[in-house]
Nanobody, 122 residues
Framework: VQLQASGGGLVQAGDSLRLSCVTS????????MAWFRQAPGKEREFVAA????????DYTDSVKGRFTVSRDNAKNTVYLQMNSLKPEDTAVYYC????????????????WGQGTLVTVSS
């Protein structure tokens, strides 16, 4: 599966952004979709994941209550709504896909998008 992320940009602290990730292929609905991010000089880290049905989600603690992951299987698209953004959210955000359960490690994800840069100024 191929993934294309978009929606990043430069915003101020407290603003909102919505990232999108469009996938190719007819089996999108069978994939667990996840968002990861990588800040300069840091390792890529898990942000959020959503099950194939959308019924189960998982978030890293630092974004709980601020970010929401969702998906539209009819549009082959997964979203990450980011509210109350903080400077520490600044990173390149990547979407990823896997078949199976919701997992947080990058090593379990088979397909990756190219990343979209989110910059939050203070």
């Amino acid at each position: 599966v191929q993934l294309q992320a978009s929606g990043g940009g430069l915003v101020q602290a407290g603003d909102s952004l919505r990232l999108s990730c469009v996938t190719s292929g007819r089996t999108f609905s069978s994939y667990v979709m996840a968002w990861f991010r990588q800040a300069p000089g840091k390792e890529r880290e898990f942000v959020a994941a959503i099950s194939w049905s959308g019924g189960n989600t998982d978030y890293t603690d630092s974004v709980k209550g601020r970010f929401t992951v969702s998906r539209d299987n009819a549009k082959n698209t997964v979203y990450l709504q980011m509210n109350s953004l903080k400077p520490e959210d600044t990173a390149v955000y990547y979407c990823a896909a896997r078949v199976g359960g919701l997992l947080r490690s990058t090593k379990w994800y088979d397909s990756w998008g190219q990343g979209t840069l989110v910059t939050v100024s203070s």
